[in-house]
């Protein structure tokens, strides 16, 4: 059993939490917060040791009926592999403590590529993680454009990606974020962070990335396209989303157009928090003109991630299994159902 | 058992059957859909046999993937009872068909009072809904409404109610109506229909209600004021909250304040479809003035009639047991834990 | 002539720096921004002197090819009356300075009372800021509900007022604020501060208030209830608010709805910046049931308290005028054509 | 004098009488409603006669204040034009009433191109509509498209142009239109219409549109790619765009990064309804990597269109003016000023 900790009990810690707990080899040692808040009753609930960052705080959770197992720092001297959700830019900070503890350690997107000199996908570069202390697993949007692009990349060679991420301004639980009523150039520049960060993973791949805000919760949209370097058909990339373990396709007779639609029937799928693990590519907008692929994808920000954390671990932990044995561990561990 | 049959698998009737399929005393014997599209899928994979209104559409269904069990006629030969979760205004149009098979029948609060000739409320008039053959369950709001005015007047007494309810324009997963930035006044007569509506339930409330709509989906806020009869003490208040099956306390020390947070707090403990049954009362906002009340409670438009549902259907049927007691077997089924 | 400086040309700054320009006994003679931004562009455009708080700065607005005539400092010596239109927090820092160069000053309702001592609306209390050298015009939403209590309360006297605020998240141009998706109790205790502000115009009024904020930016809605101390006809009520000069009559013949329909007819109207100056009251919720008025509201957050601003400046100047006339003048220099 | 009928005073109808009013050779006379709303009060209160398609519904108009001139029949009977700013697909069923009277008509992008067989922008095809009969003005979206390619076009040559749409919901005053929390593919097939717009004006041009639609109410935004057939430099192509009369530079220096931002800028500028007839282009976007531009632009829906059918009204009545004067003359009658 690997012994995890989440250092950072929010949006995507909770979600790891809960992915780490239903996987067989693998175990949540604690979590840690740092208010006695909504989600601090969550992990009383669900049953993990609850640490905290500030002992000094103690009382206060306790006051509020939550019980303190002890600090991040005892929490981390228990823990094989810690997972870092903290927010962006507050990871970095804690990497002299894992490399006081020599705990190995996974951050994610929000922390720059330097905080562990490696960005992961599973999908892409499972076996390049094998063993190490740190990793970084990359953002949301980029963990869906890796994807999508190293798959069609393996089968028909990719000349130059464009993409446009249309960005969920907040997540649904945030209410201090906007855009109320605004696209927000996000940034203005072009190009966005994300092409730079997509050769984090694949360092070869010609990308230009714009990227704006708009003012919905619910998952981001990506406007894709691909110029290949050898023809393909529309009905073979299709071949290439069905058989991906985390590509998932949104089949046109369900009528779904939409980024709220999608969350609906995920929703209804009974998955955990109505998460969209896979990216969720339209069918209906998968077109190939000439030697260019254009497509629509949604990417629910606070769950494509959450699979990829739980292959980092399993990876970092030196298993000796093969990326797609982990991948596919980790989806039937979860109950992943085709759209 | 009882043996249900959904008229109208759409956002109530799905959770209906969900909710149903739950209960030690009922069985989901047929859904109905009109258009083989998402939800179908969901009908299928829960395996409920779904029926279709027109039998010329089998062929659509089919080519989806989606087997039909027969038509909507067929299904109501088969039921006990059939809750018509049909679109507002489409119900009224069954009750010939249900009148013919001389089937019991429940109405969701879109139709008028006189649809059944009877509105019901599980905590207010349980009794009144035994042996019916008809019966409305009022609507989401009114159902909100009533459970604490009642509750609250049963200790007491209350001589007038104002409320003013901030609705949510549209379901999540709605994508044509608005409003996308504004307030609309719905109606901008006073007062609006709520008051009147509970007043089918509870007919000697003086109640005046005003209405908005909002652009946000995640449930409706009511700012409530009501007039004691005596006197009360906050505490006492709190208490008949905390004692009352249907009525949640939103706890202060959870630091929620909105809609959104409430809803993801409702996710995180991994209710289906991160449904709120009871109503969402915020502690910090229960306050006694004189010998006023006043509190805001969100309303769950997707959620809080599901439970009535399930009552009024054991009450239909003629079940001895009395209405505390539904309560308690619906909420044991579904896995209530207090907020 | 008064000469009117403007510190802080932003939101409400930029709009009283021209309904000031407008009348025919008053005069800009500066206004400041802290950055060279496009209200700093807009401010050169109109031919305002430009005056900086941070001296060093001036390079950046000179890049920018925006003039700088001088310091804040230098502004407020030539300036007989200074509109402190800073953010809310900052006035109060500002004080010191005012009263160093013994000017008068007239903070915004983002203050509190105690800025000034004195709390402002021209429809209430007009006489008491005579020759004041301090004075806080109350909020938006404060100065919407003074304006009609008032004018409700002199013909038929007031009992008890119960007033749901239901406010914009952000206004038009603010992209970092939300909600996006959720209705935020703000404060979700009770009362809110409205009641306890328009306490510091109208100090006898027993007023409790609710207050929340939803995804919009365009205008406050209030749901409003009235105890009257006397009988009152609809049509009585109707008469006063189309006699004020500073109560709008949203007529039901507009078909007028909700904000955002009001806002357009406002626009229609060639009025600048599309401000509603006035309360605008729908003429289909003007609802008289017992003794009690109800009644709904817009208040456009961002201008009804600009022409406040402006009947200020004549009073604390010292005018000989009474408050109708100076209204009045406020009124026509703007155009106002009633809705 | 050309005489010009507005057949449909709603949204676009609005913009256009305003603007021909202004201008030195066009003369309104008439304005045609069917209900006596908002709009209606604005007609009379700008003087337009209000003609009204059924004569029967007068007695209506008359009771809300508003004097009827006469049937739109007899409205045609007097223009020399007609601009046809009725819904899309209810323009077509007029094309019968304007051959009739052999008058001439514009209509709008709502309408296909056959309407007229000939669709028109101002800036690229001018001489084309002198002396026509029928014409249409495309869309807002094609304009904005149009207006930036030619442009390019005619100094660099084009390629291939790639574009993503990211459209408002509904406009500002629309109530029942959404999304409200959802980003919708409309469609979710690639390409979209736009692109085969594009080319019924510029029928050479290689184009691939995507769009979608957002939770805004404020302005389109488009993310947009030119492939060039020659070298350009960033400078050159920001020298296109400042001499461009349509094409306006939104500067960094103003710190605007959103089409909220920049709607408050137009608005501050005290521009009629805050208007941005042209092109909205963020400088900080123009770039430059290797043969390919790229840049976001905003399109203000309500606006760009309004002065190409001035432009068009000109042109098909036989001025012999060419269309850079044309444009010069619209222009400066809207008092036109560089952002």
């Given at each position: 059993m690997i012994n995890v900790a989440i250092n950072g009990y929010g949006t995507i810690g909770k979600r790891v939490a809960d992915a780490v707990s239903l996987q067989p080899d693998m175990k949540i040692i604690g979590v840690s917060k740092t208010r006695p808040n909504a989600e601090a009753y969550i992990a009383k609930e669900r049953g993990y040791p609850l640490y905290i960052a500030d002992i000094s705080k103690k009382q206060a959770f306790v006051d509020a009926g939550i019980p303190v197992a002890g600090s991040v720092d005892e929490m981390i001297q228990c823990a094989d592999l810690v997972v870092d959700?903290?927010?962006?830019?507050?990871?970095?900070?804690?990497?002299?403590?894992y490399e006081k503890h020599t705990v190995k350690a996974i951050w994610q997107g929000g922390e720059d590529h330097d905080v562990a000199g490696f960005s992961f996908n599973a999908s892409c570069n499972y076996e390049e993680a094998r063993n190490r202390q740190f990793t970084r697993v990359v953002s949301c949007n980029t963990t869906g454009l890796c994807r999508i692009i190293h798959a069609v990349e393996?089968?028909?060679?990719?000349?130059?990606?464009?993409?446009v991420m249309v960005r969920r301004g907040a997540d649904p639980h945030v209410i201090k974020k906007g855009p109320i009523d605004s696209v927000v150039l996000d940034p203005v520049s072009i190009p966005s962070h994300h092409g730079p960060d997509v050769n984090s993973v694949l360092p070869h791949i010609p990308i230009v990335t714009m990227a704006?805000?708009?003012?919905?919760?619910?998952?981001?949209?990506?406007a894709l396209t691909i110029e290949l370097a050898q023809d393909a058909t529309r009905e073979e990339i299709l071949d290439i989303i069905k058989a991906h373990p985390r590509?998932?396709?949104?089949?046109?007779?369900?009528?779904?157009?939409?980024?709220?639609?999608?969350?609906?029937?995920?929703?209804?799928?009974?998955?955990?928090?109505?998460?969209?693990?896979?990216?969720?590519?339209?069918?209906?907008?998968?077109?190939?003109v000439g030697r260019e692929l254009f497509l629509f994808q949604a990417i629910h920000q606070e769950a494509d991630v959450v699979v990829e954390n739980v292959d980092a671990i399993r990876a970092m932990a030196g298993d000796v299994l093969d990326g797609a044995t982990s991948i596919q561990i980790t989806n039937n561990a979860l109950g992943f159902v085709a759209l």
């Open positions: 959700a903290t927010p962006g830019g507050v990871g970095i900070k804690n990497r002299e403590l393996e089968r028909f060679g990719v000349k130059k990606v464009r993409a704006m805000i708009v003012p919905t919760t619910q998952m981001h949209m990506h590509l998932g396709l949104v089949k046109k007779t369900t009528g779904i157009v939409s980024t709220a639609e999608l969350k609906e029937f995920v929703m209804d799928m009974n998955r955990p928090r109505s998460d969209l693990w896979e990216n969720g590519i339209y069918e209906g907008s998968v077109s190939v």
